[in-house]
Nanobody, 113 residues
Framework: QVQLVESGGGVVQPGGSLRLSCAAA???????RGWYRQAPGKERELVAG???????TYGDSVKGRFTISRDNAKNTVYLQMNSLKPEDTAAYYC????????WGQGTQVTVSS
């Protein structure tokens, strides 16, 4: 069974916005979570993290543009992505932090003119 399901990706122009969602199964519980991304030919990297209590951290490349949040009642984590740049193009994945679950299919974000 898939325990973490990402959604909300799409194709947007530079400067646009997207809101990603990560729905987690009950078995994931209320752990610290993270959004990760992987562009073609590059390593997967951490984009943003959030603790069970709501403390957040961001990668330098997205700080000030992305916001991670969570709704524990829904066991869902979100990533609000603003001022998107072509360099943000990647497949985005969610997981715990540290990573404890298998990677899902992710959701594709493409920023292009």
């Amino acid at each position: 069974q898939v325990q973490l399901v990402e959604s909300g990706g799409g194709v947007v122009q530079p400067g646009g916005s997207l809101r990603l969602s990560c729905a987690a199964a009950r078995s994931v519980r209320r752990n610290a979570r993270g959004w990760y991304r992987q562009a073609p030919g590059k390593e997967r990297e951490l984009v943003a993290g959030i603790t069970s209590g709501g403390t957040t951290t961001y990668g330098d490349s997205v700080k000030g543009r992305f916001t991670i949040s969570r709704d524990n009642a829904k066991n869902t984590v979100y990533l609000q992505m603003n001022s998107l740049k072509p360099e943000d193009t990647a497949a985005y994945y969610c997981n715990t932090r540290p990573v404890r679950f298998s990677w899902g299919q992710g959701t594709q974000v493409t920023v292009s003119s």
